[in-house]
């Protein structure tokens, strides 16, 4: 895990990541994660949740597109970014077609992990109701949720650009990888044909439709932020990779964030953002949850307690509950939940956003900084596992000086190697 923010005005956009990165059983604090996108324009890229893409680093990913990009520009920040998703939908090196077999072979194992998850989920609460399920019945659990997945797929929203044929062409070249998952993940399952048929035509629905796959094992979130050539304003676009099936990359996007006449200031956090939501908002997001529960168990205890005064039958108490059930619920979700999130508004977010619109350059990189150091800290003195931790690297890009790095690390003294300069300034 990792923990990254991007804090926003009208000058420029700080970038703060630290350098946690988590391996098998181990965790390390070395990683990079901010990159100057272009060498010659005010340009940026954050990763967050996985330091590799289909096992390839992402510091390799870059560099790759930034030799092959050279000193292009483009007119808005959508356009580089656009060009930098291009670069994974057409064939280069970094991606083979053996890398991707390998992907999509992967993707389909986890994808059927998950739905037979799912199933077994309806299966141990029959169990835990004393009902004793037969193996016809499992059987029906398990096929039921790959119907039910198979249709949330089927009716979600195409990518744009898909051609007619491309659920047939991803189908036709992972049809033996889909069948060895399916081999593997219901081995011990006598699917009927009919499942089994959804099951192949699952991933290819999933590889052409515009919807995200949550537990992608080659997940990756990145961040693209800075100004085209025409922006005047710094903008941000936020993307989940999830892998490339047949040379065309499938990922989503989230809201972009445009500073400008509707936002003077934004701060956005990346991966483990409790701890910035809790600067913003006032209260801990865990917290606020436990106080939702509360006064909801709480209202309704307080409405027997009444029943119990007024000495009611055992019916009318009962009545009584039902008819305050509704109310209960419309306070505690509704006037609780929107009062709440006034109040913090009105004494926290507001106020905060207001003085990062007037900050400085310099004052952007330290509050950026300031909040992932908040985080680490919390990992520190927690019996938490330490996922965020190590160096922060800080990066700010402003229309006028481009990208300047705030605070870098290196894993050498650049004094001992004028040559990497001179290399990378040539």
């Given at each position: 895990?990792?923990?990254?923010?991007?804090?926003?005005?009208?000058?420029?956009?700080?970038?703060?990541?630290?350098?946690?990165?988590?391996?098998?059983?181990?965790?390390?604090?070395?990683?990079?994660?901010?990159?100057?996108?272009?060498?010659?324009?005010?340009?940026?890229?954050?990763?967050?949740?996985?330091?590799?893409?289909?096992?390839?680093?992402?510091?390799?990913?870059?560099?790759?597109?930034?030799?092959?990009?050279?000193?292009?520009?483009?007119?808005?920040?959508?356009?580089?970014?656009?060009?930098?998703?291009?670069?994974?939908?057409?064939?280069?090196?970094?991606?083979?077609?053996?890398?991707?077999?390998?992907?999509?072979?992967?993707?389909?194992?986890?994808?059927?992990?998950?739905?037979?998850?799912?199933?077994?989920?309806?299966?141990?609460?029959?169990?835990?109701?004393?009902?004793?399920?037969?193996?016809?019945?499992?059987?029906?659990?398990?096929?039921?949720?790959?119907?039910?997945?198979?249709?949330?797929?089927?009716?979600?929203?195409?990518?744009?650009?898909?051609?007619?044929?491309?659920?047939?062409?991803?189908?036709?070249?992972?049809?033996?990888?889909?069948?060895?998952?399916?081999?593997?993940?219901?081995?011990?399952?006598?699917?009927?044909?009919?499942?089994?048929?959804?099951?192949?035509?699952?991933?290819?629905?999933?590889?052409?439709?515009?919807?995200?796959?949550?537990?992608?094992?080659?997940?990756?979130?990145?961040?693209?932020?800075?100004?085209?050539?025409s922006d005047v304003f710094p903008r941000l676009r936020r993307y989940h990779f999830e892998a490339i099936f047949a040379n065309r990359l499938k990922c989503t996007e989230e809201d972009p964030v445009y500073i400008g006449a509707d936002w003077r200031a934004a701060i956005i956090p990346f991966a483990q953002a409790e701890q910035v939501h809790t600067f913003m908002r006032g209260i801990d997001p865990s917290l606020r949850l436990h106080l939702h529960h509360w006064w909801h168990h709480k209202l309704?205890?307080?409405?027997?307690?009444?029943?119990?005064?007024?000495?009611?039958?055992?019916?009318?108490?009962?009545?009584?509950?039902?008819?305050?059930?509704?109310?209960?619920?419309?306070?505690?979700?509704?006037?609780?939940?929107?009062?709440?999130?006034?109040?913090?508004?009105?004494?926290?977010?507001?106020?905060?956003?207001?003085?990062?619109?007037?900050?400085?350059?310099?004052?952007?990189?330290?509050?950026?900084?300031?909040?992932?150091?908040?985080?680490?800290?919390?990992?520190?003195?927690?019996?938490?596992?330490?996922?965020?931790?190590?160096?922060?690297?800080?990066?700010?890009?402003?229309?006028?000086?481009?990208?300047?790095?705030?605070?870098?690390?290196?894993?050498?003294?650049?004094?001992?190697?004028?040559?990497?300069?001179?290399?990378?300034?040539?």
């Amino acid at each position: 895990m990792t923990a990254e923010i991007a804090v926003m005005n009208e000058e420029a956009i700080a970038l703060a990541a630290d350098s946690a990165v988590t391996g098998p059983g181990k965790i390390f604090t070395s990683a990079n994660k901010i990159f100057a996108l272009s060498k010659f324009h005010p340009v940026a890229l954050m990763v967050f949740d996985n330091a590799q893409f289909l096992r390839v680093p992402w510091e390799t990913i870059v560099k790759q597109y930034r030799r092959e990009l050279g000193d292009k520009c483009f007119e808005t920040l959508e356009e580089h970014a656009e060009d930098f998703l291009a670069f994974f939908s057409r064939k280069n090196p970094v991606f083979p077609d053996r890398a991707q077999d390998r992907a999509a072979r992967n993707f389909a194992y986890t994808m059927f992990r998950t739905i037979l998850e799912d199933a077994l989920v309806d299966v141990e609460a029959m169990i835990e109701r004393d009902e004793e399920p037969t193996r016809e019945q499992v059987i029906a659990e398990i096929e039921r949720s790959i119907s039910f997945h198979r249709q949330r797929w089927k009716e979600a929203p195409l990518r744009a650009g898909v051609p007619k044929s491309y659920k047939q062409a991803v189908a036709k070249k992972y049809k033996k990888g889909i069948d060895e998952a399916i081999k593997a993940v219901f081995e011990q399952v006598e699917l009927s044909a009919s499942a089994k048929r959804n099951l192949r035509q699952l991933i290819p629905e999933v590889a052409s439709k515009d919807l995200r796959f949550e537990r992608a094992p080659s997940h990756s979130g990145i961040v693209i932020a800075g100004f085209g050539k025409s922006d005047v304003f710094p903008r941000l676009r936020r993307y989940h990779f999830e892998a490339i099936f047949a040379n065309r990359l499938k990922c989503t996007e989230e809201d972009p964030v445009y500073i400008g006449a509707d936002w003077r200031a934004a701060i956005i956090p990346f991966a483990q953002a409790e701890q910035v939501h809790t600067f913003m908002r006032g209260i801990d997001p865990s917290l606020r949850l436990h106080l939702h529960h509360w006064w909801h168990h709480k209202l309704e205890d307080v409405v027997g307690e009444v029943a119990d005064q007024l000495k009611l039958s055992k019916r009318k108490k009962a009545s009584l509950e039902k008819s305050f059930e509704e109310r209960c619920v419309e306070i505690v979700h509704d006037e609780y939940e929107d009062d709440l999130d006034k109040f913090s508004e009105e004494n926290n977010v507001s106020p905060i956003t207001n003085i990062v619109g007037m900050l400085p350059k310099d004052e952007l990189a330290e509050m950026a900084e300031s909040l992932v150091n908040l985080t680490s800290f919390k990992r520190r003195v927690t019996p938490e596992a330490e996922t965020v931790g190590g160096p922060i690297d800080v990066a700010v890009i402003s229309r006028g000086d481009g990208f300047i790095w705030i605070k870098r690390k290196h894993y050498f003294r650049t004094e001992l190697n004028p040559h990497f300069v001179a290399n990378y300034n040539r």
